[in-house]
């Protein structure tokens, strides 16, 4: 991570400098100077971890395109202080930025080797979550509701009548032509009705769909398509099974490497935390609440005043 921030923020002039400007070799012997710049100094050692960061060689070639690049990004920083750009807003907001994502990552960097996910916690969290990963029992339903709204009687003779057209007709592609007719014609349920009622699979204890109508149909079997009008206090429902799929008992060594990612984000995040109050800790921090809030007032009533329209 920091090999990567370097090497895209060190042709920075100004950022440049943040890494030089600690040992720029001033009083050291010119045998080890590689490169002089006004006051700048650059030794070799220097060079040459400027060379590592951005993930080059330390071959002569090498070392000389550095060498030729960092004089020029010297250069312009030299030209950037005689003209007073470093005081520009644009330019301090540019190097904080920096600055925050450096320092950010160097702290990321050392915090990254505490973490860790054991197999014991791959275990526990597999044990405490066996529902996500496993599946039960589902039948696959089609269904006709039939709306009670406020008139019970009636959705209840339709649902009989119904029943019962389809009851008289054997099982098999005539009443399946049939059921589609009257889920198109009949059901309320939006989202399956021209579909011939096929709402997908449903599984015991699903919260979309109520309890009696899921007890009778894992009560039900295959042999057993067409099943009895379920009443509810708001409709009546009369389904088939259009299938079944066989519960899977969840596999640990299944989902180990998707567990352990999950496990790792969640420390990754926790450690991103953690860097954040490693950054301010120690340091005398004070926010002035109330010149923010008279600022951000006056702000706010210039925003909100008309604009003056000229008399005349």
Partial sequence: MINKLTKSFLPLAAFLLLALSAGCGQGSSKANEVLRVADQVVLAEELLALAEAQGESHSEQSLSRIARLTAEDLAAEQRLLAEGWDKDPAFIQARRRFIRAYVNARINRELEKEIR????????????????????????????????????????????????????????????????????????????????????????????????????????????????????????????????????????????????????AEKQDAMRHKGREQLVRGLDIKINEQVIKRVASVEETQQREPAKIPAG
């Avoid at 399946?176 to 709402?199: C, E, I, K, P, T």
């Avoid at 309890?211 to 894992?218: E, K, M, R």
């Avoid at 057993?224 to 509810?232: M, P, S």
């Fill in 117 to 264: 996910v054991s197999e014991a916690e791959i275990a526990a969290y597999f044990e405490q979550n066996k529902q996500r990963y496993g599946r039960p029992k589902q039948y696959r339903v089609a269904l006709i509701d039939i709306a009670k709204k406020d008139h019970a009687d009636r959705a209840a003779a339709v649902a009989s009548q119904l029943y019962a057209e389809l009851s008289a007709v054997p099982a098999g592609k005539a009443q399946d032509r049939l059921f589609n007719q009257m889920a198109a014609q009949h059901s309320s349920h939006l989202g399956s009705r021209f579909q011939g009622g096929d709402v997908g699979y449903l599984q015991e204890g699903d919260p979309a769909w109520p309890t009696p109508l899921l007890d009778a149909v894992f009560a039900s079997s295959m042999q057993q398509a067409l099943g009895e009008i379920i009443a509810t206090p708001k409709h009546f429902y009369i389904y088939r099974i259009l299938g079944q799929r066989q519960a899977v008992e969840a596999s640990l060594q299944d989902h180990r490497d998707k567990i352990r990612g999950k496990l790792l």
